[in-house]
């Protein structure tokens, strides 16, 4: 007895050692309201034997009472609050867990409705991969617009599209190709390098866990096999070592370990550890663990390191390899889900959360609301409940930081409300070089330069063409006419008897820029160039229309500073980006969203509105003679002519 009794501790063991060590996915699931989200996962957990028999016996009972099918109703598996069974919705992220012989996964079940918007972005912040369904009959739907974008927002990579309700469309082929073509064409838009279509009935089980005869024309894997064998190792990144101090450990005199979370990379006894924000460096003397010490360490173990040196490190603080650092500002870019009732006001001071470190700041800069269902940007004052914007975050003093898409960790922030110490706002690290961190601009290149003066005085000049010198900036998104504007102011000045120049983006390009790629260094440096040209004209008397995008706020102030602000004005030229698309005769947008063309204001790239234009030109309601014809009044207005 005693012997078959250590046979089964040994199987369960072995079993428990198994289960142990099998990979973990988390996923969930999104989509239109009754797209059958609730449904899917139900019948996931019901066909992999998951549901015990007194759940089941109860779902069997609320399905009488509250199911939407007509009979059994797996979607009351994942429904458990009161509220969600009466109205057949879901409200909050709801969390299952189940197993396979290959995969452990965790699910998170996530509401449709736009209010929950805020629940959505919670349940998806951990997920390594999404499956977004879509009502076969209704196609996409603004709100799998906006679980797309949110989706593509949080950086999950992997994206499962499941096209449900096949039954109620006959298994169509056709309908099925509609849609994942509709889908593709939007998500062009999005960054998502991992797309997934599958035809599915979740109700009925096809293509859940087999392959279903309903539908021969489809040879692709089942629901299940996908989630089973997608990859999603090489998704961590282990390459970036990031810890950051959760605890100083000093449990008596002898022994003084620093323990967090291992946010990205490997650490190995031995390694040179640098800690920030001191910068003070030491080796890794051991890695201690409950189950006892590691000869190496790799996301997301939590650990408790210890360094030969007695080196200066608190809470908050971030430990990382002296030869790859992150980050260290007290200003950063970054978007921003709001979760609060009351609206996020720029200039109030908030705590920001980031990794292990608490620091006072601000939202110094709203740049732009961005429209959930259209993915449509507008300049706004506030943002309210459930909307998301780009927006500058400073903060009392820097802290360690990473883009958050190469480093989820050490990316992500929460904004917590400093009088109720509640989580009022979520967001992610937009760690790019700005515009206005571009040192091209600065005088150092000039030193020991003197600036040569004209014999001809700005009066002479004024008195011989009988106008001020000014410079009108014409920005706005590829194709949304600043070039034809600029002509047309031209040579309606031209003919009024005034010396006029245009400067023309793509034509400084073809000469004096044609060094000059589209990062936003270069973009910086040629906005920089056409300042100085600008310049020039200016102070030999001539009027400069210039035609950029210039799509960063702080390079047009730089070049407003270079050319002179008193004759700097700027036109935006407010064309949406999809009248751009439909007047685009070069075919820009077509390889922007092939990314033939990589970092495109409008497509892959941010266009920052200018805060505060001098005139507003919309092109996709007024005729290029009649933008030009304000820009001239403009002028008038200002005693240039």
């Known amino acids: 007895m005693s012997h078959q009794s250590d046979l089964i501790a040994t199987d369960i063991d072995a079993y428990l050692k198994q289960h142990e060590n099998k990979e973990l996915l988390r996923f969930l699931t999104c989509g239109s309201v009754d797209d059958g989200k609730s449904t899917l996962i139900g019948m996931l957990l019901y066909e992999s034997k998951m549901i015990y028999e007194d759940t089941l016996a109860a779902i069997e009972k609320d399905s009488v009472k509250h199911g939407t099918t007509g009979g059994f109703d797996p979607a009351l598996l994942t429904d458990g609050l009161k509220a969600e069974r009466e109205q057949g919705i879901t409200i909050d992220v709801a969390y299952r867990y189940f197993s396979t012989a290959k995969r452990k996964f965790i699910i998170a079940d996530c509401p449709g409705h736009e209010q929950y918007t805020r629940n959505m972005a919670t349940g998806a912040s951990t997920c390594d991969l999404a499956i977004i369904l879509i009502d076969a009959r209704h196609g996409v739907m603004t709100q799998t617009k906006r679980h797309s974008f949110i989706v593509s927002l949080l950086g999950i990579k992997h994206v499962l599209v499941a096209v449900n309700k096949m039954d109620l469309v006959d298994f169509s082929q056709e309908r099925f190709d509609e849609i994942v073509q509709e889908y593709r064409d939007f998500a062009t838009r999005l960054e998502m390098p991992d797309q997934h279509f ?368 008193e004759r700097f004005v700027v036109a935006h030229v407010a064309a949406p980006v999809e009248w751009c698309r439909e007047h685009d005769d070069q075919g820009v947008y077509a390889k922007a969203d092939s990314g033939e063309i990589a970092g495109f204001p409008g497509v892959s790239a941010d266009y920052e509105i200018p805060a505060e234009p001098d005139l507003v030109l919309s092109t996709h309601e007024l005729s290029i003679d009649e933008c030009a014809q304000k820009v001239v009044e403009l002028l008038e207005s200002r005693g240039a002519i």
């Open 198 to 565: 599958i035809p599915i009935s979740a109700l009925k089980g096809d293509n859940l866990l087999e392959r279903s005869p309903n539908t021969p024309w489809y040879d692709g894997s089942t629901l299940m096999h996908h989630l089973e064998n997608v990859h999603i190792a090489s998704d961590r990144n282990l390459i970036d070592f990031r810890m950051p101090v959760q605890y100083v450990n000093r449990p008596n005199l002898d022994f003084r370990g620093f323990c967090g979370t291992i946010a990205s990379g490997t650490i190995s006894k031995g390694d040179t550890v640098m800690a920030l924000p001191s910068k003070k460096t030491s080796k890794v003397k051991s890695i201690v663990t409950y189950d006892g010490e590691l000869e190496e360490a790799f996301a997301p173990l939590s650990v408790t390191l210890t360094t030969e040196d007695e080196i200066d490190i608190s809470r908050g603080d971030m430990l990382v390899r002296p030869d790859n650092q992150p980050t260290i500002t007290d200003k950063f870019d970054a978007s921003i889900v709001w979760m609060a009732e009351q609206p996020l006001l720029p200039g109030k001071d908030y705590l920001i959360k980031q990794a292990c470190s608490v620091t006072p700041g601000r939202i110094s800069t709203l740049r732009y609301e961005i429209d959930v269902n259209t993915l449509h940007r507008s300049p706004t004052a506030e943002l309210k409940l459930n909307q998301i914007a780009r927006c500058q975050v400073q903060l009392s003093q820097p802290v360690a930081l990473d883009d958050y898409r190469r480093n989820k960790g050490t990316g992500a922030f929460i904004i917590v409300d400093r009088v109720s110490n509640i989580t009022v706002g979520a967001g992610m690290i937009l760690d790019r070089k700005t515009a206005e961190q571009s040192d091209h601009w600065e005088d150092e290149a000039r030193e020991g330069l003197e600036a040569r003066t004209s014999p001809v005085t700005p009066e002479e000049r004024e008195a011989r063409y009988g106008q001020k010198p000014v410079t009108v900036l014409l920005t706005g998104l590829p194709a949304a006419g600043k070039t034809p504007i600029a002509n047309a102011v031209e040579r309606m000045l031209f003919d009024r008897g005034r010396a006029v120049a245009v400067i023309d983006g793509q034509n400084m390009r073809r000469g004096l820029s044609r060094d000059l790629g589209f990062s936003v260094d270069d973009r910086s440096e040629n906005v920089r160039r056409a300042a100085e040209v600008a310049k020039t004209l200016n102070n030999a008397g001539l009027i400069t229309v210039a035609a950029f995008v210039a799509p960063h706020e702080a390079v047009r102030q730089k070049a407003s500073e270079v050319v002179g602000r």
